[in-house]
């Protein structure tokens, strides 16, 4: 029987708090309304609909706005500590019946307000016809139920701040927005039928580090665009049929989308959010995104999404300058503006924001089913000089350079994330040295599952665009990783960010003529997938898309109509099957008990060698890299033990558009002592390739 979700709604009702009164005394004459006690509490049953429906003997004439509060005592003593985790269950618009009538109950925490009303086209966008009560506790919460406004209505809250500014702000837990450029947000639920309990019962299966965890990231808007308008997008659901079969196919575990959350300006890539508890209305409603989920899930395929709790852009009907003051960012600009993105940090000090930042992590696994979350721009929380000259930065009460709010906040964050949900993952992406990020809290880490591995992003690439005649004199760049390979839970990432303003596409990073562009890629792409790890390639860069990726235009599909590309393709698949279908790729990729060198010293051919181990020994393979276009016959190389091995895969296939020069024929170890080994064999190293051995 398929598992249905709970919405917002369904599980308010029975809460105590939906069915207390609050009185709220106005503290401000002729701007707070104040709210009138009821002598007598109605009865709240549920009705079959789902809704709070109230049995009463009278017939009840309601208030164009009715006291009323989702808000237990301890609700706000959570949020005032911070460690409030369901806040969506609470804050935003949430339709319901109350006293027999249908209409959405509306909360908003905007403190240093001195009137919040709620304006829509249910009132003309009246300014003055529905306002809010403020809680008298001190939480600086607005509430109230509106009756007759259910499901569609279009919405935003016209606050008056203390200075008397007249504000008009898109509601931060909205579910949905109006499609941009328009800014005002909709009333709607998260129910959905799902039908993915066979995977999720199953997930910590696909998400263990002991399991091959290859990802394809996806910028949803551009994979992809209408075959009959280019300038169309392709929505939730259309992606469904087509891009979970893609994913498939190619042999994928994981897809990762950037972000997905409602953002305002669409060349932002979706970095710069507004509606953090929405998802896109570009691609379609919230229900179609959980669509898209659960087909991921059917297809044995585990989706992440990008998060931003770094920073959020000034757009004057999101979260900045909330209610007139610094309410969610730093009111001290070295704190709380980032000069690189020209947009506002987050205030990890203040335990409300620290709260709607976790429940918003909490609300994409609880409601959207998603299976991981990709923290993006983690290192410039974690310093506060980070992209600042000096003098333009204050020390923390140490006198170092850490944000140790955030630092604390990221624990908070990972602790609640991996508490309610212990199947899933969170990946950092950190390009400093900083210490311990994906280990656990109680060891003083912070506590990720998984790091973004940048050194070996960027020294791989830069070995690769040198010419292969240059590459002794810079051996030592791509044997470097393995120096710290183990210090973290690391990912290979070669993501959307080295493929863009100027960095040219992944073939043509790569030197040479035509064919050794594409046996370069090759070699560099069979090197991450034998190197220790999780991976993450970029859409386009599994078909050697030449130009950089435009996030205005679709992918260049057509591209694959010709043999150097399908190529491309091809290995991509046969990598991610010999990744799934070898246990010594992933069993041990987090431990150096999974890797050992048998030669890394060999500069002047540019030829590496090492072994991946599983947890049986049967497994271990042997992996050679020959990185210049000099084919190297009779090469002996040392092998752990005597026997029979057998090449398993070689880059340079005629399958894969390479030359062809393979080695078919098994490989019997004889008695020659080599790399410091009893045994080893000799075989063939084909140009700009990798091979991979194993004993049969």
Do not use: C
């Amino acid at each position: 029987m398929a598992k249905k979700a709970v919405s917002a709604t369904d599980k308010a009702i029975t809460k105590d708090a939906s069915t207390r009164q609050k009185k709220v005394p106005a503290t401000k004459k002729d701007v707070v309304k104040e709210a009138s006690a009821e002598s007598k509490k109605p009865e709240i049953v549920v009705s079959e609909t789902g809704f709070a429906k109230t049995e009463t003997s009278q017939t009840i004439s309601l208030n164009p706005v009715e006291v009323y509060s989702r808000f237990t005592d301890f609700d706000i003593s959570l949020f005032k500590g911070g460690k409030h985790y369901r806040l969506y269950e609470l804050f935003g618009s949430h339709t319901m019946e109350y006293k027999g009538v249908t209409g959405t109950y509306f909360a908003v925490w905007a403190p240093n307000a001195e009137k919040v009303a709620v304006m829509g086209d249910f009132n003309g966008w009246d300014k003055h016809s529905h306002p809010l009560f403020v809680r008298w506790d001190g939480s600086g919460i607005w509430e109230g139920f509106i009756p007759h406004v259910g499901d569609g209505a279009i919405y935003k809250y016209a606050i008056r701040s203390f200075y008397g500014e007249e504000l008009e702000k898109g509601d931060p837990f909205a579910l949905r927005w109006e499609e941009p450029p328009r800014t005002a947000s909709i009333v709607t639920h998260t129910y959905f039928e799902w039908q993915d309990a066979a995977w999720m019962k199953t997930r910590h299966q696909h998400n263990a580090l002991t399991s091959p965890y290859s990802v394809y990231e996806v910028h949803f808007g551009s994979w992809a665009r209408s075959p009959e308008n280019p300038e169309q997008f392709l929505g939730y659901r259309e992606m469904a049929d087509v891009l979970v079969k893609y994913v498939k196919d190619m042999g994928f575990t994981h897809v990762e989308f950037m972000p997905l959350a409602e953002h305002p300006y669409y060349p932002s890539w979706g970095y710069q959010i507004t509606g953090y508890f929405a998802a896109s209305t570009r691609y379609g409603s919230p229900q179609d995104l959980m669509f898209l989920v659960d087909q991921f899930h059917e297809a044995g395929i585990g989706v992440i999404m990008d998060w931003v709790p770094s920073h959020f852009p000034g757009d004057a009907h999101g979260l900045f300058r909330f209610d007139g003051t610094s309410l969610y960012e730093h009111e001290d600009p070295r704190k709380g503006f980032h000069p690189d993105w020209k947009s506002y940090i987050f205030n990890y000090g203040r335990n409300e924001v620290k709260s709607f930042l976790i429940s918003n992590a909490l609300f994409w696994l609880d409601r959207y089913h998603i299976d991981g979350l990709r923290v993006d721009a983690v290192a410039s929380m974690l310093y506060l000089d980070y992209s600042r000259e000096a003098g333009e930065w204050e020390p923390n009460i140490y006198g170092g350079n850490e944000n140790l709010e955030a630092i604390q906040f990221l624990r908070e964050f990972n602790e609640a994330v991996y508490g309610n949900y212990a199947d899933v993952q969170t990946i950092a992406e950190e390009s400093t040295s900083f210490p311990g990020v994906s280990k656990p809290t109680y060891l003083g880490g912070l506590g990720f599952g998984m790091k973004w591995m940048m050194g070996w992003m960027h020294d791989t690439i830069k070995y690769f665009q040198e010419d292969p005649i240059n590459r002794k004199y810079h051996h030592q760049q791509i044997t470097f990783s393995l120096l710290y390979a183990f210090t973290e839970n690391f990912m290979l990432p070669l993501s959307h960010d080295e493929i863009v303003y100027g960095k040219h596409s992944m073939i043509n990073k790569m030197p040479g003529d035509e064919w050794q562009k594409y046996a370069n890629l090759r070699a560099l792409y069979s090197y991450m997938f034998t190197h220790p790890g999780a991976k993450l390639l970029f859409m386009g860069d599994e078909f050697a898309q030449s130009a950089e990726w435009a996030f205005g235009k679709s992918l260049d599909w057509h591209l694959l109509q010709y043999r150097p590309h399908k190529g491309m393709q091809d290995l991509v698949k046969a990598l991610n099957q010999l990744y799934k279908t070898e246990p010594a790729l992933y069993e041990k990729a987090f431990t150096d008990e999974g890797f050992e060198w048998i030669d890394d010293g060999n500069a002047t051919d540019s030829v590496l060698l090492y072994i991946r181990k599983g947890n049986d020994q049967k497994d271990d393979l042997v992996v050679a890299l020959n990185l210049t276009p000099v084919v190297r016959t009779g090469f002996r190389i040392g092998v752990p033990t005597a026997g029979t091995w057998k090449e398993i895969f070689n880059s340079d296939d005629l399958d894969f558009w390479g030359s062809g020069i393979i080695n078919p024929e098994p490989l019997r170890s004889e008695d020659v002592a080599w790399n410091y080994r009893n045994q080893s064999v000799q075989l063939t190293l084909p140009p700009l390739s990798v091979s991979v051995l194993k004993k049969v």
